[in-house]
């Protein structure tokens, strides 16, 4: 008889420790991965989600977890997330069995594509072994290591205001064709979102956004925020992200500076962490990041639910 089932109320502490272990274990691969789990927060989260969990429950004895949230995305359809700590599994069977279970239920809720965070590197092989492709990697790097470096002459640096939005609109969509999306495909209504995005981030008064000209045009912005709390990170972690050159004067170090000058403002303010993510067909990016001293944490896997094998 199989050992899968629906999760209940009652599992959540099991589940729990199972994730507190993984964490560890992660944080002992990678010292840039935090290992604390906020046990309470985690197990009332698990039981008040709306997206079902599964267990592997082998006369009482938990070996293995999945949960996925499905949720609707503008610009990829209906798709399901599970995230560091949305699965474990003491043996690979155990992971098809618990797939299995979800796939079919995720199906019968219209979602088209599974999404997974993994280790990066060890991590990423079992969901590789079933046709899932690394899409996006999360890096991080310690600020105690970043050092100041001087801004270049004839440069100058400021925060943006809404008033800078449409420049910020235009930065962000070298971002997106960086990343594969075609720009100029996109829906109207595709467009207002990700302009909303973008307002949303130039007032949020926890946000900064630097914007750098060179002889009064936009050359370059990046933004920096407190990171959410989210699995595997420290708490005294800022995010960056939004980083775009202007074509015209990339390779010229800006981005380094640029990042490195937002880096040590975070640093000032009291961060000891900095994370960020690029696309891995971003070639530019991936090149960057390392170059910058981010090593990848965790990486975002992808498998469609709705061509080839079906699990089932
Ligand atoms: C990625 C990007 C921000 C880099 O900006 P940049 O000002 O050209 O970068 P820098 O000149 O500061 O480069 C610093 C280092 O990063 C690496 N690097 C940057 N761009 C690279 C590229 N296209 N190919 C390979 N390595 C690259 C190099 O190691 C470089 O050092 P080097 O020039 O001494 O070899 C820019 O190409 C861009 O805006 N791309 C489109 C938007 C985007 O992809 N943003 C990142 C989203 S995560």
């Not at 896997?301 to 699990?311: F, M, N, Y």
Request: net charge negative.
């Amino acid at each position: 008889m199989s050992p899968l089932r629906r999760g209940v109320k009652s599992d959540a502490p099991a589940v729990a420790q199972r994730v507190a272990d993984q964490l560890f274990n992660d944080s002992r691969v990678e010292p840039l991965v935090a290992s604390e789990l906020p046990r309470a927060e985690f197990e009332s989260a698990l039981v008040a989600s709306h997206s079902p969990f599964w267990v592997d429950d082998s006369h009482g004895r938990l070996r293995g977890h999945l949960y996925g949230a499905t949720l609707d995305d503008p610009l990829h359809g209906r798709q399901t997330w599970t995230g560091p700590d949305g699965y474990s599994f003491d043996v690979e069977g155990v992971l098809d069995n618990l797939l299995e279970w979800a796939y079919r239920e995720w199906r019968a809720g219209g979602s088209t594509a599974h999404l997974v965070w993994a280790l990066a590197g060890n991590g990423t092989q079992a969901w590789v072994e079933r046709g899932y492709q690394i899409i996006s990697v999360r890096g991080s790097t310690a600020l105690e290591d970043v050092e100041p470096t001087p801004w270049p002459r004839g440069q100058r640096l400021r925060f943006a205001t809404i008033d800078d939005l449409e420049t910020a609109v235009a930065f962000d969509e070298m971002i997106d064709q960086a990343q594969g999306v075609d720009v100029s495909a996109l829906s109207e209504a595709q467009r207002a979102a990700n302009a909303a995005d973008v307002a949303e981030l130039l007032e949020d008064p926890e946000c900064r956004y630097f914007l750098v000209e060179v002889d009064g045009r936009p050359a370059a912005q990046c933004v920096t925020y407190p990171l959410p709390a989210l699995r595997g990170n420290f708490p005294d972690t800022v995010y960056l992200g939004s980083l775009a050159v202007h074509p015209d004067l990339r390779r010229r170090g800006l981005a380094r500076v640029l990042v490195r000058t937002a880096l040590d403002a975070a640093r000032r303010d009291g961060f000891g962490h900095a994370e960020v993510r690029w696309h891995i067909n971003n070639h530019g990016a991936t090149s960057l990041w390392s170059a910058l001293g981010f090593r990848p944490t965790y990486v975002q896997l992808r498998r469609s639910l709705v061509e080839g094998p079906a699990g089932d």
